[in-house]
């Protein structure tokens, strides 16, 4: 689409939503920090994308201090329930986690976390970071076409209450209507006025334990007053003279890092942008990194998990050779263990139902925030009285009792979200970058990486190149910018190339802020969202 490159020298923000974004920018120029932007963004995002992402949901940042070089992780995923066993699920009659509804929801963790984050590092006060997403929420905002068809995409699964709220009329609200959530806005009020204890502590997380054990789900109050946020140390690598940072599992960060590892043991670069080689390397190599994933990853205060044995140099490179230069592989181990793809803990289809933000302020402090409900509109449960949509993070466990993500009490489910950080060096900020996408997340961000630091991309130039997005057996999407000779290649040597038309969400929404040697900042925001950046 050719968007220009947002540049400036003394603050930038970029986030999934104009609106979000001019909130952020605000806050920069009135003397805030970089944590005070990012919540209030957070705030705004949990309003005006109501199927992404919300105060039902999780959140996840990385933080870069400009005074002192340090660099901290925040794990706000939630927990199971106290009830969450696998007997529960099979006295409830599931042979499975369901993908969406009471048994799909996990304790939400993103309000501590906006608390908790501001707490440590924030000028502000949450009353202050969450005002105008509560004038959002009491006096609407514009619906886009895109919301608009997202809605009606996700209408089949949500509960009445959903329903009467985002499909009144049994269609979604009109493109420039006022979209209102009058629930919500008290809701968030009193989150502001008592911070996270009025979400965790008080009437609010009575009324939403009480509805989904009317519901049939294993959450209850006491679930919710126990909630913690996690500050935790960053998993690192070294990729393009970066050094890359991402967080640990629960999350799946563990996979990039070893995506990237693992190619470095070809020359890419030599091989040439998005060629056919190029593009079959990555894909094969993605295939080892998530079996490992899929075989491993899970809440590590539940399962010792082999973490420096999967990070291990040596070890990467002998994965590196499994792939065929000629075809394409459908059966995949991990440390040696067989991993059926099918039971892929983050293999859907999902158009990014997640939203990322970054924000770099004057004093060189820099966040890289994720936060997300999972599927669209999450485990489809509006709490009418609260106005929350529940996320559906949950269905992520497995009722598998050899696998270390299975489903148990207080436990962390896996998780797709991964926000990313890369540094210099001597330890000076590089760049922070993310994406929606579950499992397209760690794709999309090796191809960017590889386009900006391997090909000499701009930031914009490096998001906009078309991507490719693996699936857990032969099928890859591509999106229609690659030619068509480079496709039928691929599918000789037995990839199933699927061409997806236009700019969309099955690739992720990928957004990034770049410290430029000069010491200008630049923002790119994708097009394949409404994504917005500015900067000054």
Known sequence: MNRPDVRGV??????????????????????GNAVDAAITMAGILAVVRPHMNGVGGDAFGIFYDGETGEVIGMNGSGRAGSLATPEFFEVAGQDEIPSSGPLSVSVPGAVAAWDDALSRFGTISLSEALAPAIQYAREGFPVSTR??????????????????????ASQPADVGSLLKNAALAETLETIAKDGKDGFYRGA????????????????????????????????????????VLVLPPNTQGIAQLQLMEMAKSYDLEEMGHNSQAYLHTLIELKKLAFADRDRWVADPSFEKLP????????????????????????????????????DSPGDTDDGGDTVYLTVVDQWGNAVSWIQSLFGSFGSGLLEPETGVVLQNRGA???????????????????????????????????????????????QSLVQILN???????????????????????????????????????LADQGHLPNVVNGWTATFGGAQMILLEGSGTLTAAADPRREAYALAY
């Open 10 to 31: 003394n603050g930038a923000v970029v986030s999934d939503h104009p609106l979000a974004t001019a909130a952020g920018y605000t806050v920069l120029k009135n003397g």
């Open 396 to 442: 992520l466990f497995t009722l598998d009792r050899s696998h270390p993500n299975v489903v148990a009490p207080g436990k962390r489910p896996y998780h797709t979200l991964t926000p990313t950080m890369g540094l210099n060096p001597d330890g000076s900020f590089s760049f922070a970058l993310g994406t929606p996408g579950g499992d397209s997340q760690v």
């Open 451 to 489: 386009n900006l630091f391997m090909f000499g991309m701009t930031p914009q130039e490096a998001i906009e190149a078309p991507r490719f997005r693996s699936y857990q057996d032969l099928r890859v999407a591509f999106e229609d910018r690659f030619p068509a000779d480079i496709l039928q290649g």
């Open 204 to 243: 609010v997380a009575n009324q939403i334990a009480d509805f989904l054990e009317g519901q049939g789900g294993y959450l209850r109050n006491a679930d919710f007053r126990d909630h913690q946020t996690t500050w935790v140390t960053p998993l690192e690598g070294n990729y393009l003279d970066r050094r």
């Open 307 to 342: 973490l420096s044995e999967l990070l291990a140099p040596d070890y990467l490179r002998f994965r590196s050779t499994l792939i065929e230069s000629v075809a394409a592989e459908n059966v995949l181990s991990g440390m040696g263990t067989e991993s059926d793809a099918s």
């Open 147 to 168: 919301l608009a068809s997202d809605i009606a995409g996700a209408s089949e699964h949500l509960n009445e209450p959903a329903k009467a709220l985002y499909l009144p």
